[in-house]
């Protein structure tokens, strides 16, 4: 169980606020044993500088393996407008939606409480500025000429707080301790807690809502005390000791995010980020197998504007020829041109979104291997056939979205061929959990792609090893958790 501690100079600096037993000053804090359980620590010392007691107590925090807000990187980012501005280009579509100015150079500056603000215009651009840049009080400098537009970024104390603004940071921070890290009841066995991240509106998620509560229930069977979290539980990552991600990942996406505050946390993660840097562009997956020579169809990386590669891809891979968008998931941005008047007429489309694309040989199979695998170890196999009158498994010309049936079974009784490509596209990728997708042609094995985040869903992945499979895979949470904990 966690236990929150609020910081501050000296007693005085509580008096507007209720007093807690949670709060206490720098000076105790320095004085604080060593603590095996876990400690959360909220920083509200006055001043944050370099060799200032606030610098001091986040430092100290995170030698102590105290999850503690702010963290030195928001301090030092935040004390360098060169370090903190290269951050905030994924704000620009949030400041986009800002209303613009009656009169062009306008200014504003807006204070924001652990993400929150008294403006609801401004609460979605306040919390994604909390996500990159975790700290009680931020002030946000805005200005306006043709468009809104961050000018800086500033951490405050509550000492310069008005007294209306000490009422809502006071809302924002009882909020933030007693739900972002409220304690949870556990049972006697639970020996770590496991966050699954998954969105229920998700049209396609990785796992249907019986196959989440298979891992659940497993979970448990194990003792992980199991939560399931959302987006908007970010800021929850430090309660944890493992996150299991069960929605689509990508790269500009809080998916990754996640993913790369969960492995910062000292948290076990599937699928790490790097895996999921790595598995989510097919360019990056195209030269990765060439390199490390793992069987695939003949392939070629197309740029926009290279009319000679294009030539060169007509002459070497024929026609028909599949393109494929580097960043598409579930057979979306996958198109098959058979002339090529076709292929210029698609690559016109595609380029559009994407200034490198990816052409290759087409192979007709009636079906995909799928073979999951585990820390470089096969797990599961399934045989995934083509939608009906289809070429793809998901047909997403039909108004449902449909997709092939499916078969699964023991990994032994897949061709040898076929495993050995797997596996051969997974050890340069790391020790996560994958999908590896394959066509088996003349004996051979093809990789078509590595997925970071496979499916399992009830009744298909599951069908031959059924809650066992939920099992063995919370089961390599334990194993790392345990030599992790062992010190291995």
Known sequence: MSQVLIVIDQPSDWAPYYPSERVITFADYLQLPARPQRVR?????????YRAEGYYCSLLAEARSHHVLPSVRTLNDLSVPQLYKLQLAPLMPALNKLQPPEVPGARRVIKSFFGHCAEPALQPLARLLFDRFACPILEISLACDESWEIVDLHVCSHRELGEAEETLFAEALDAFSNQVWRPRTKSANTRYDLAILANPDEALPPSDAAALKKFVSAGRELGFAVEMIGPADYMRLPEFDALFIRETTAIDHHTYRFAKKAEAEGLVVLDDPTSILR??????????????????P?????????????????????????????????????VKVHSEAELRDK????FAESSLLLAQEFLYTEFDWRIGVLNNKPLYACRYYMAKNHWQIYNHGTKKNNSG???????FEVPRAVLQAALKATRPIGNGFYGVDVKESAGKGFVIEVNDNPSIDSGVEDKYLGRELYRLILQEFVRRLDARRAGT
Do not use: Q
């Not at 598995?279 to 695939?296: E, G, R």
């Open 41 to 49: 620590i909220i920083n509200l010392c006055a001043d944050y500088d």
């Open 347 to 350: 690559l016109g489309e595609l």
């Open 279 to 296: 598995c989510t562009n097919k360019i990056y997956l195209a030269d990765l197998f060439a390199t490390h020579k793992v069987p695939a």
């Open 298 to 334: 003949k392939t070629r990386i197309l740029h926009r504007g290279d009319e000679a590669g294009v030539r060169r891809a007509l002459v070497e891979l024929g026609l028909p020829m599949v393109i494929k968008i580097p960043d598409g998931s579930f057979s979306r941005g996958v």
């Open 405 to 411: 049936s499916s078969a699964t079974l023991p990994t």
